[in-house]
């Protein structure tokens, strides 16, 4: 068996350089930022409620008398109507002092008459060992025009007197508010002899801004998202994407949806309207018009030229 050596000076060729493993990238941290983004979008929303809620369920006490024998007037604004200028007050009676027929009762001791003036007068009577029955009554609201929603902002009065035989009864006035689409804020209440008033600025609940600007920022987004659609299958020279235009279509109609949907049933020709809605209506409608005409076009070209090449055979 021969066998064979290297010869003196030869060199062994190199050997290649093996290439370092790829290590791939460490991706973890964009996993973790979308569940951290959710958990502080909600965390803010549940801070948020909180904060409207506790504000929304505060009580406002009014003028209260000095002197131990009065009636508390429990007031909630239950509902703001913009489209007739009311607001629905819910009132409740309660004596104190000499004036209930005993400690922690809601009955009076002697005959009671207590009237609220607002849109008109309402008159509230408890006889002698008996409670006062709730009721409900109206007051005006002005200084605001219901189409400037959701900015919309207005005011309120309403005063309260009591009297017992004849004689004036000090009041004093705990307010608040019920209304999930406004809030009232109490500014000064007047306290005369017997006589309380209640003045107010009524304006949206913040959660009624956010989904106004919600609604807003949604309807830009969908009439850019059908424009931005539209001029790219113009500029393709597409033809009738019936899935496209099936999608523009429903999308003018999803817009009137939501509109019918805003808090509050704002009317028509609201600032919400001239801000979004009817550019976003226009823009979708003439992007629309724009494709249809464009794709009709297109597919009267290619039926031409589809008969042209079947002529020349």
């Known amino acids: 068996m021969q066998v064979t050596t290297p010869e003196v000076g030869a060199t062994e060729p190199a050997a290649e350089p093996q290439a370092a493993p790829r290590t791939p990238r460490r991706r973890s941290w964009r996993f973790a930022v979308v569940p951290a983004l959710i958990i502080g979008l909600c965390g803010s929303g549940i801070g948020l409620y909180l904060n409207e809620r506790n504000t929304r369920e505060q009580a406002y006490e009014l003028g209260i008398p000095s002197s131990g024998d009065w009636i508390e007037l429990e007031v ?17 009676a309660i004596p104190h002092g000499r004036l209930a027929a005993g400690p922690d009762s809601q009955a009076f001791a002697r005959p009671v008459e207590i009237t609220a003036t607002g849109t008109a007068k309402t008159t509230i009577k408890a006889a002698e060992g008996e409670t006062a029955a709730p009721q409900v009554f109206h007051v005006e609201t002005y200084g605001g025009t219901a189409t400037d929603y959701p900015f919309d902002r207005y005011r309120t009065e309403a005063s309260f007197t009591a009297t017992s035989g004849g004689t004036t009864v000090p009041v004093g006035l705990v307010f608040t508010d019920a209304d999930p689409f406004f809030v009232l804020h109490p500014e000064t209440a007047t306290a005369g002899t017997g006589t309380v008033v209640l003045d107010a600025k009524i304006t949206r609940s913040r959660s009624t801004f956010i989904l106004a600007w919600f609604m807003i920022a949604a309807m830009w987004a969908l009439a850019l998202a059908v424009l931005g659609a539209a001029e790219v299958l113009y500029r393709k020279r597409e033809g009738l994407i019936w899935p496209s235009l099936g999608w523009m279509a429903a999308t003018i109609f999803a817009l009137i949806g939501m509109r019918n949907a805003a808090p509050g049933s704002p009317p028509i020709g609201s600032l919400i309207d001239y801000v979004a809605f009817f550019w976003a209506e226009g823009i979708i409608a003439a992007s629309l018009t724009c494709t249809v005409l464009s794709g009709i076009r297109t597919e009267h070209q290619q039926r031409r030229e589809r008969e042209a090449a079947a002529d020349g055979r």
Do not use: G, N
């Open 76 to 92: 909630t604004a239950q509902d703001v109507d913009p489209s007739v200028q009311r607001l629905a007050l819910y009132v409740t």
